[in-house]
C-alpha cells in the first residue's frame, strides 16, 4: 500500500524554465511533508517542508504547495539550473505516528542547458 | 552543528558472509536514528528506526538487525548476507522534537 506516490519516474526540463515536480498522498492523517534531492550514490538532501496548516512555503527558487482536499503537493524550481538534475523524493509524516516519514518512489530531473 | 557519518561507503561481500554498517552522529542528544535502503531504481525504505540506547523497532522482517549501544551510534549487521541484501544503505538522524530527518552519506552494499 503506497501511500505517498510520484506517478512520474522523470523530467525533462530546458534550463531557466519552471520545473514541476508532483507528489499524491492517500492518507489525510499527515501532517507534514518534505521534499529531498538526491544525487547518485549521496544521502539525499533536506530541501524544504511544509506544514499541513499552510498551502504554500518557498525559499529561493524553491516553492512547495500543498493542496489538501487533492492530497497533492508540488515542488517548483524556478528557474531551473543543469546542477537541479537529480532524484527528487517528496516524503510526508504524522506528529501522531512519531513524525515517521513516508517516502514517495522519486522522480529523476533533467535540466539541460 | 550537527553531522552524521556512516561507513564504509562502500562494501562488496559473499553471500553468507557477515555485515556490520555503522553510523555515529555529532552535534546532538539523544536523537531519533534510522537505517533505510534503496534498491536499485526504487524508493526509500525504512529498515530500523531507535528513539534511544538499545531501544529498536524494525518495520520490514529480513535477516537484517539494529544496535544502538550509545546514544549516538546505530549499527547495522547481518549474520549472513544474502543477494537481495544489496543496495544502498542509509542512516539518518532526528531531533527528538523535530520534523526533519537528516541522511547521511549512504553505503553501498554489494552481495555476490
Known amino acids: 500500500d503506497q501511500q505517498v506516490k510520484q506517478n512520474s519516474p522523470s523530467l525533462s526540463v530546458q534550463e531557466g524554465r519552471i520545473s514541476i515536480l508532483n507528489c499524491d498522498y492517500t492518507?489525510?492523517?499527515?501532517?507534514?511533508f518534505l521534499w529531498y534531492k538526491k544525487y547518485p550514490a549521496e544521502g539525499p538532501t533536506f530541501l524544504i517542508s511544509i506544514s499541513s496548516i499552510k498551502d504554500k512555503n518557498e525559499d529561493g527558487r524553491f516553492t512547495v504547495f500543498l493542496n489538501k482536499s487533492a492530497k497533492h503537493l508540488s515542488l517548483h524550481i524556478v528557474p531551473s539550473q543543469p546542477g537541479d538534475s537529480a532524484v527528487y523524493f517528496c516524503a510526508a509524516s504524522t506528529h501522531n505516528a512519531g513524525n515517521m516519514l513516508t517516502f514517495g518512489g522519486g522522480t529523476r530531473l533533467m535540466v539541460k542547458p | 552543528s550537527q553531522t552524521i557519518h556512516q561507513w564504509p561507503a562502500t562494501l562488496v561481500q559473499p553471500v553468507g558472509s557477515p555485515l556490520s554498517l555503522e553510523c555515529t552522529v555529532e552535534?546532538?542528544?539523544?536523537?531519533?536514528l534510522y537505517w533505510y535502503r534503496q534498491a536499485a531504481g526504487r524508493g526509500l525504505q525504512l529498515l530500523f528506526y531507535?528513539?534511544?540506547?538499545?531501544?529498536i523497532s524494525s518495520e520490514v522482517p529480513q535477516n537484517l538487525s539494529a544496535s544502538r549501544p550509545q546514544d549516538r551510534q546505530f549499527i547495522l549487521s547481518s549474520k549472513k548476507l544474502l543477494l537481495s541484501d544489496s543496495g544502498f544503505y542509509l542512516c539518518?538522524?532526528?531531533?527528538?522534537?523535530?520534523?526533519?530527518?537528516?541522511f547521511g552519506e549512504g553505503s553501498w552494499l554489494t552481495v555476490v
Open positions: 531507535s528513539v534511544g540506547i538499545g531501544q
Open positions: 539518518a538522524w532526528r531531533q527528538f522534537s523535530g520534523n526533519t530527518i537528516y
Open positions: 552535534g546532538t542528544s539523544n536523537p531519533n
Open positions: 492518507n489525510s492523517m499527515f501532517d507534514y
